[in-house]
């Protein structure tokens, strides 16, 4: 017969199967019964605590739970140590910190309940945190076998690397030069963060000693651009150039994967003592695609430029050159930012430039004209399209507070003086609004248009029908602001109105003028463009089902580079039926939702891929502007002497952040 103490130590340490089903039965007890297995858990662990010996109690974990365990008729407190959950789940990253159980890829504390525990390794945060991690130790593993080689092939003397430094250690300090890089942090920043950074890691070194690191981050970044092009999918080039120190000079590619997710990179930038010619920027561009990328040049479909001479020029030669079947295409948004500089709007002008220096010169201002309008003043850029048109609408908006204003200023007497004068001959007062209200009537479709065609994605589909909307636009002459001040001015003159919107029309006209002549007169290179616009829009299943697909607008894709062989117009031919139903069913109600239906669907193989080609074109060269406004934004003046390997390292790992790097 057992004695008492016995069966005491057999219920205190029950068998692994007993506590998995009593935990069960725990997790299905009813609320009603709560309040007295309480009361009976606390006996029992009175009990407990004055048969246990104090070699017992010492064996005890203090972090571990005390889980109910009920056998027959009586309940006990089991002890599950964090160390038992983790070797049940061996594969799922768990560890103990501090006595207590911890996931390493959600860096979260869980409790040591196996039902939670349960739920928390079948959660989806949990597997994208396995997911995660294994990528990262991937790319780890990855970094190490290109520092090993890297070491190999380079000679370190008077680089500042030693032979001494263990790999981990190096690879420690390549992934924080990294990140300082990524963010746009100065390297010499590091210096102050050291004892941080440092805080339970690889110990550090110097700055001056980590900058010796940024070739090696730059050749990794560049190897991970030819391992993500190794299957050389169709590419379109952006490039373009910035007064920096001389000239930077910036190229990016684009193209689309098979899963049409669009993808655009930044390849190169180049930080030059001078302003490049033609001859110069086309060896440039082939340096890169040829020599760096090793990109086969049937591959390149497209060179997307703004609208100067010197890269028109260059992009002649790549096409004499290497590339003759070259598309050549003139960013449709700096086209259409031209425009606004033909409106004759002289008086507009010039006080738009007395305007615009009295916030900029005078912060009282700034504050005395938000406390007055409710609104903070719109600022204005040089080099943002349309800045200037948006400093104008949100002045006439609320030009009633205008005359408040300028008398209650204190700042800038001689810009408030120039002000003053427009403002207080009644002339000149009605030219000024006359003038505005028909700027900003004429420029607002336009400005719609700029905004909408600089986004990057599929709006190569998309520009033909902005364009058409335009000169729509144009031939209605609808100008509702312009007809609302000319109504205010003459105090219900019907006749003095319209006198009044027809002297207003004369104002815009030669931008309308440039405007018809830019995109429609034929044998110019924008008009080309707007052709090929027109070729590719019925990849888009809507304005495929709207204008009635028929053999002759297949033909018309002959025009777009990657789609002029013989066999795949052939292929289009012959899936032309399929695409007709399933564009009759498509339901698109956004351009991201039009990518999503081209790769769900099935048998419209030689369709998929016109539109892969056609998706990889884009109608403007903002990604390249972009570029400058990240420069712009993460280096100051103090750093206008960065090396061009740490300013081309520092702008690749920003604009292709999320799609190449994991750090």
């Known amino acids: 017969?057992?004695?008492?103490?016995?069966?005491?130590?057999?219920?205190?340490?029950?068998?692994?199967?007993e506590v998995d089903v009593l935990e069960e039965e725990e997790d299905s007890n009813c609320n009603a019964a709560d309040h007295l297995e309480k009361a009976d858990e606390a006996r029992i662990s009175r009990d407990r605590s004055m048969k246990r010996t104090s070699t017992e109690k010492a064996n005890t974990s203090a972090n571990a739970k005390k889980t109910r365990v009920s056998l027959g008729s009586s309940t006990?407190?089991?002890n599950i140590s964090p160390h038992q959950r983790v070797t049940e789940f061996p594969a799922e990253y768990l560890t103990v910190s501090s006595g207590k159980l911890y996931c390493e890829v959600c860096r979260t504390v869980l409790s040591v309940k196996k039902s939670i525990v349960k739920l928390h390794i079948t959660s989806d945060r949990h597997s994208k945190g396995k997911e995660t991690h294994q990528q990262q130790s991937l790319h780890q593993q990855r970094l190490i076998q290109s520092w090993e080689q890297y070491h190999q092939r380079h000679s370190l003397a008077g680089t500042g690397l030693s032979q001494a430094v263990p790999t981990e250690q190096s690879v420690r300090r390549i992934e924080t030069v990294t990140a300082f890089l990524k963010a746009g942090i100065p390297l010499a920043k590091a210096d102050y963060l050291r004892p941080l950074l440092e805080a339970g890691a690889e110990r550090l070194t110097f700055s001056t000693h980590l900058a010796s690191y940024i070739p090696f981050v730059l050749e990794v970044e560049r190897d991970k651009l030819k391992e993500e092009l190794k299957d050389k999918p169709f590419i379109c080039v952006i490039f373009d150039g910035s007064t920096h120190l001389g000239e930077m000079l910036v190229i990016l590619i684009r193209f689309v994967r098979e899963?049409?997710?669009?993808?655009q990179r930044l390849v190169r930038v180049h930080v030059l003592a001078k302003s490049l010619n033609a001859q110069q920027l086309a060896r440039e561009i082939i340096?890169?695609?040829?020599?760096?990328?090793?990109y086969p040049s049937e591959r390149v479909l497209a060179m997307v430029r703004d609208g100067a001479s010197v890269n028109g020029a260059a992009v002649k030669i790549l096409k004499d050159a290497l590339y003759p079947q070259l598309a050549d295409i003139i960013c449709i948004p700096h086209s259409l930012d031209l425009i606004g500089r033909k409106f004759d709007t002289d008086l507009l002008d010039s006080f738009l430039q007395a305007w615009v220096a009295l916030f900029s010169h005078s912060p009282a201002s700034r504050?005395?004209?938000?406390?007055?309008?409710?609104e903070s003043i719109r600022s204005y850029s040089a080099t943002r399209w349309w800045s200037w048109w948006e400093v104008l609408a949100q002045l006439h908006r609320l030009f009633r507070h205008v005359n408040v204003f300028l008398a209650g200023l204190q700042s800038c007497p001689s810009t408030v003086a120039k002000l003053k004068r427009v403002l207080e001959d009644p002339d000149e007062q009605i030219q000024l609004r006359l003038q505005l209200a028909i700027t900003i009537d004429m420029g607002k479709p336009i400005v719609q248009k700029t905004y909408l065609l600089e986004s990057d994605g599929e709006m190569v589909v998309d520009a033909y029908a902005c364009l058409q909307e335009l000169c729509s636009a144009a031939a209605v002459e609808n100008y509702p602001e312009t007809i609302a001040t000319a109504d205010d001015i003459a105090g219900g003159n019907a006749a003095a109105a319209a006198a009044m919107v027809t002297q207003a029309k004369v104002f815009v006209a030669p931008a309308v003028q440039y405007f018809r002549t830019k995109f429609n007169k034929q044998g110019t290179p924008m008009f080309e463009v707007v052709k090929l616009f027109k070729a590719v829009r019925i990849l888009c299943p809507q304005q495929a089902r709207a204008i009635g697909l028929t053999e002759a607008h297949?033909?018309?894709?002959?025009?777009?580079?990657?789609?002029?062989?013989?066999?795949?117009?052939g292929r289009l031919l012959e899936e032309l039926p399929a695409y007709i139903v399933a564009a009759e069913d498509a339901v698109i109600d956004d351009t991201h939702r039009r990518l999503r239906w081209w790769r769900n669907q099935v048998g419209l193989q030689a369709w998929k891929l016109a539109?892969?080609?056609?998706?990889?074109?884009l109608p403007s060269s903002a990604p390249a502007e972009r570029v400058f406004s990240l420069f712009e934004a993460a280096t100051s003046s103090r750093q206008a002497c960065l090396l061009c390997d740490q300013l081309e390292a520092s702008l690749m790992l920003q604009y292709n952040r999320g799609h190449i790097s994991l750090l």
């Not at 899963?259 to 993808?263: G, K, N, Q, R, T």
């Open 259 to 263: 899963d049409f997710e669009i993808c």
């Open 76 to 78: 006990q407190l089991v």
């Open 611 to 617: 539109a892969r080609i056609v998706f990889a074109l």
């Open 287 to 294: 340096t890169t695609l040829s020599t760096d990328l090793q």
């Open 554 to 569: 297949v033909q018309a894709l002959r025009i777009v580079p990657g789609i002029s062989d013989d066999a795949l117009v």
């Open 367 to 374: 504050l005395v004209w938000q406390n007055l309008s409710g």
């Open 1 to 17: 017969m057992e004695s008492a103490g016995a069966r005491d130590r057999a219920l205190d340490y029950p068998s692994d199967m």
